[in-house]
């Protein structure tokens, strides 16, 4: 019989681990005590085609884990009709010797010493520079080479098209795709979301999946099947894609654990989806680039449904990009107007944040600082959902004399959903994208002064740490991290933008 208590424990504790990581790539939740049904989010790394894409994942423990591994299920499929890698079905299915899948060398099998991070860590090693060799007998294909280069082309695109636009745009209803992002009955966004397009749907999500029982519940997934090397999988695996058990799973109606982080990494990873857009219209006349209409090259071991079909469409990407963002935009004004609307309904959370900002604005408006410091103010007295920062460079660093204006908006949902910070005077900061979006990690996401200090810790960046999965500022990161006289240069730029502050208005 297996231990039912001791496996509920180790799992709780490697949800924990997780949770407490550094590693931001890697994000875990579950929906109130079900510790056994995890959803999983996995950000493509850098230099990769997966580069920042985000793409999603069902974990179900079994009883006897960690005696037997857990069952993943992978979501970002574009319902079923995308495979995005030679491991990662369409389907779903994730082809790993360490979940029984996949018949590995010996000694890859799954192990009681293995736990929730070694498997999504070996998830995400399957998003490589070059994941054409991921497919066996194709281990020795080099990079550069014609197939894996398209093969390596398409996934860029669909990483983009797919993971990343079409999932931002379903949690902000303007979706420019007509196919949902899980291939799902519409369902409600992220409780204090926005859509700046329309504000119908929300009936629609209250219907349930018409093979799920009336509690959210469905048949158990089946158990996963070991696939042979160099076999096709068989037909019925090819051709069904368990949507009902995913929807039932994933309780859409009312659950998107990730949705308000996306929405923040988005904006932390706009600059480097632009830059690489931009790089491949520009690049469309070029030998051995992709031509804009041109269809998706099928590799050898893909066949539909089990593959990745499409054409190319970078300018429309770039539309659809920008939208995203100005969306976003709209979404904090949004929440300036939810703001108002709680303060006369005298809410819980409007009275504790007008409190938070009287205390917090006597600290730091009135208090001696050693270092930098802000000064807060409310644009509307009225209304502490909208904050001002006024932040005084470090002196006797790059950012002596320094001014900058800040924004600090607060959402409706506070803590579940988090603000969002926005330089409003440029800076020229590793740290700060080009529309000013800050990259900073509050100790306390539930208290606002923890926020305050986050941000003041990101500017002056004492102590830094090398991570290429915070690159929100392509250029600066490249000056501050590429060597001694790269670094000059960027504290020479980081100077000029400090200087230029009190000239901006300060």
């Known amino acids: 019989m297996a231990n039912t208590s001791g496996s509920i424990a180790r799992i709780t504790r490697e949800l924990s681990q997780v949770q407490k990581n550094a590693d931001i790539s890697i994000a875990v939740a579950v929906k109130d005590s079900d510790v056994r049904h995890i959803r999983a989010l996995i950000i493509g790394p850098p230099e990769t085609p997966y580069?920042?894409?985000?793409?999603?994942?069902?974990?179900?423990?079994?009883?006897?884990?960690?005696?037997?591994?857990?069952n993943?299920?992978?979501?970002?499929?574009?319902?079923?009709?995308?495979?995005?890698?030679?491991?990662?079905?369409?389907?779903?299915?994730?082809?790993?010797?360490?979940?029984?899948t996949w018949r590995g060398n010996p000694g890859e099998e799954w192990s009681s010493a293995q736990g929730l991070e070694s498997v999504l860590l070996s998830i995400q090693s399957l998003m490589s520079s070059n994941p054409y060799e991921n497919e066996p007998g194709y281990e020795t294909a080099k990079k550069g080479s014609p197939l894996p280069a398209a093969y390596v082309a398409k996934i860029r695109h669909e990483t983009l098209r797919l993971s990343v636009l079409q999932r931002l745009e379903t949690l902000l209803g303007i979706s420019a795709d007509r196919t949902s992002y899980l291939h799902l009955p519409k369902r409600a966004r992220t409780e204090g979301s926005f859509s700046?397009?329309?504000?119908?749907?929300?009936?629609?999500?209250?219907?349930?999946?018409?093979?799920?029982?009336?509690?959210?519940?469905?048949?158990?997934?089946?158990?996963?099947?070991?696939e042979v090397p160099g076999t096709p999988p068989p037909v019925s695996q090819i051709h069904q894609y368990d949507a009902a058990a995913t929807f039932a799973a994933l309780d859409t109606a009312s659950w998107d654990p990730f949705?308000?982080?996306?929405?923040?990494?988005?904006?932390?990873?706009?600059?480097?989806?632009?830059?690489?857009?931009?790089?491949?219209?520009?690049?469309?006349?070029?030998?051995?680039?992709?031509?804009?209409?041109?269809?998706?090259?099928?590799?050898?071991?893909?066949?539909?449904?089990?593959?990745m079909e499409g054409t190319f469409q970078y300018p429309t990407l770039l539309k659809r990009l920008e939208k995203v963002k100005a969306g976003l935009h709209q979404e904090e004004?949004?929440?300036?107007q939810e703001g108002k609307r709680l303060v006369k309904e005298d809410g819980q959370l409007s009275t504790m944040l007008a409190f938070q900002f009287t205390q917090l604005s006597h600290k730091w408006?009135?208090?001696?600082?050693?270092?930098?410091?802000?000064?807060?103010s409310l644009p509307d007295k009225t209304n502490p959902f909208l904050w001002n920062l006024t932040f005084f460079g470090k002196p006797?660093?790059?950012?002596?004399?320094?001014?900058?204006?800040?924004?600090?908006?607060?959402?409706?949902?506070f803590p579940e959903a988090q603000p969002r910070v926005r330089f409003e005077?440029?800076?020229?900061?590793?740290?700060?994208?080009?529309?000013?979006?800050?990259?900073?990690?509050?100790a306390k996401e539930g208290e606002i002064s923890s926020h305050l200090e986050g941000i003041v810790s990101a500017v002056e960046d004492e102590s830094p740490i090398y991570d290429p999965r915070a690159v929100v500022n392509p250029e600066a990161f490249g000056l501050f991290w590429g060597g001694e006289d790269k670094k000059k240069i960027y504290g020479r730029k980081l100077r000029r933008s400090a200087q230029d502050s009190a000239e901006f208005g300060g």
């Open 72 to 100: 993943v299920r992978a979501m970002t499929t574009n319902g079923g009709r995308t495979r995005f890698n030679p491991n990662i079905y369409a389907e779903g299915k994730v082809c790993l010797s360490i979940l029984g």
């Open 196 to 226: 700046p397009s329309a504000k119908a749907g929300a009936e629609d999500a209250k219907e349930k999946s018409p093979t799920a029982t009336s509690s959210g519940a469905s048949s158990p997934a089946p158990e996963a099947e070991v």
């Open 259 to 307: 949705g308000d982080l996306l929405k923040r990494r988005f904006l932390w990873y706009y600059d480097t989806y632009h830059a690489t857009i931009s790089a491949n219209i520009a690049a469309k006349g070029e030998k051995g680039k992709p031509k804009e209409g041109e269809h998706f090259k099928r590799m050898e071991f893909e066949y539909p449904p089990n593959s």
């Open 333 to 336: 004004e949004h929440w300036v």
């Open 396 to 413: 006797m660093t790059n950012l002596d004399g320094g001014l900058w204006n800040l924004t600090l908006h607060i959402p409706p949902t």
């Open 425 to 442: 005077t440029p800076i020229f900061h590793h740290r700060v994208s080009g529309g000013g979006d800050l990259c900073y990690f509050p």
């Open 365 to 376: 408006n009135e208090s001696n600082h050693s270092g930098s410091r802000m000064e807060l």
């Open 51 to 70: 580069e920042y894409g985000f793409f999603e994942f069902e974990l179900k423990m079994p009883k006897d884990y960690p005696i037997k591994s857990p």
